[in-house]
Nanobody, 114 residues
Framework: VQLQASGGGLVQAGGSLRLSCAAS????????MAWYRQTPGKERELVAR???????NYANPVKGRFTISRDNVKDTVYLQMNSLRPEDTAVYYC?????????WGQGTLVTVSS
């Protein structure tokens, strides 16, 4: 499976972005999909994950601000990000949870200015 993340950009603090992750194959059988992010010098961290049936989990820093969703027909996973903060600046990636190392795509850069 190849995963292509998109939708990043430059936004002011307090603003919103919606990220998309399009899969080259079906995600319908993948139990958990997730979004991750990475900043220079730090390890990639889990941001949010979603089960096939729609149950979700979020990292504490993004709870109440980010919403993950998935469309198993369009083979796409989304991340709606609201009330963005400068500390949300990172490259965002999607992958399975737990990860499949060969599935990492290029990610999409989100920059939040103060």
């Amino acid at each position: 499976v190849q995963l292509q993340a998109s939708g990043g950009g430059l936004v002011q603090a307090g603003g919103s972005l919606r990220l998309s992750c399009a899969a080259s194959g079906s995600i319908d059988s993948i139990y958990v999909m997730a979004w991750y992010r990475q900043t220079p010098g730090k390890e990639r961290e889990l941001v949010a994950r979603i089960q096939r049936g729609g149950s979700t989990n979020y990292a504490n820093p993004v709870k109440g601000r980010f919403t993950i969703s998935r469309d198993n027909v369009k083979d796409t996973v989304y991340l709606q990000m609201n009330s963005l903060r400068p500390e949300d600046t990172a490259v965002y990636y999607c992958n399975r949870y737990p990860i499949v190392a060969t599935w990492w795509g290029q990610g999409t850069l989100v920059t939040v200015s103060s």
